[in-house]
Antibody, heavy 120, light 107 residues
């Protein structure tokens, strides 16, 4: 069974940094692109970042470029999202998502999410 | 960037009804469109990708169609368990934008 378990969320002040983690199991982690998708309270879904199997290709939504860094550890089956200069508008549930094997970035498995609140 | 616009934003229908949700891309995206279902308080679930390919395990009452800029998700016979918000998403190139969502309720 595919499992994705996010951790690292919490309450931080604007300008702070935080790292989210996603522990994966039940599939060959190193064979899949992986992504972070977020959902602000009561709002829709927003793709944040993705990373290829080797960790050599990364893409980001414009609003987080230069502030967020996605990375992975294939030996430990872990996905990360390092966030800095956090803003109130980054407040959201952050989901770790596995990419489907079909062409393109298609999210076929999702974690339960971790809530990040940015507030003073 | 390509924008994804869903309509309607909300929809109320009766059990057994045929329901259609549409998604329009501001530029052509071929068939690179996925649909997700998010039930209240739950994690999103992939329903359809490549515009019309049903994800494994998804009931056959769900179907997708379209290409280029205009797409649709159809539920052939609405069930109570289909109450959810539905999102489209372009999956060909970054940014992998979602539509704003369509909230489906039972009348």
């Amino acid at each position: 069974e595919v499992q994705l378990v996010e951790s690292g969320g919490g309450l931080v002040q604007p300008g702070w940094s935080l790292r989210l983690s996603c522990a994966t199991s039940g599939f060959t982690f190193s064979s899949h692109w992986m992504s972070w998708v977020r959902q602000a309270p009561g709002k829709g879904l927003e793709w944040v970042a993705n990373i290829n199997q080797e960790g050599t290709e990364k893409e980001y939504v414009d609003s987080v470029k230069g502030r967020f860094t996605i990375s992975r550890d294939n030996a430990k089956n872990l996905l990360y999202l390092q966030m800095k200069s956090l803003r109130a508008e980054d407040t959201a549930v952050y989901y770790c998502a596995r990419d489907h094997v079909a062409p393109g970035i298609i999210f076929d498995s999702w974690g339960q999410g971790t809530l990040l609140t940015v507030s003073s | 960037d390509i924008q994804m616009t869903q309509s309607p934003s909300s929809l109320s229908a009766s059990v057994g009804d045929r329901v259609t949700i549409t998604c329009r891309a501001s530029q052509g995206i071929g068939n690179s469109l996925a649909w997700y279902q998010q039930k209240p308080g739950k994690v999103p679930k992939l329903l359809i990708y490549a515009a019309s390919t049903l994800q494994s395990g998804v009931p056959s009452r769900f179907s997708g169609s379209g290409s280029g800029t205009d797409f649709s998700l159809t539920i052939s016979s609405l069930q109570t368990e289909d109450v959810a918000t539905y999102y489209c998403q372009k999956h060909n190139s970054a940014p992998h934008t979602f539509g704003q969502g369509t909230k489906l309720e039972i009348k």
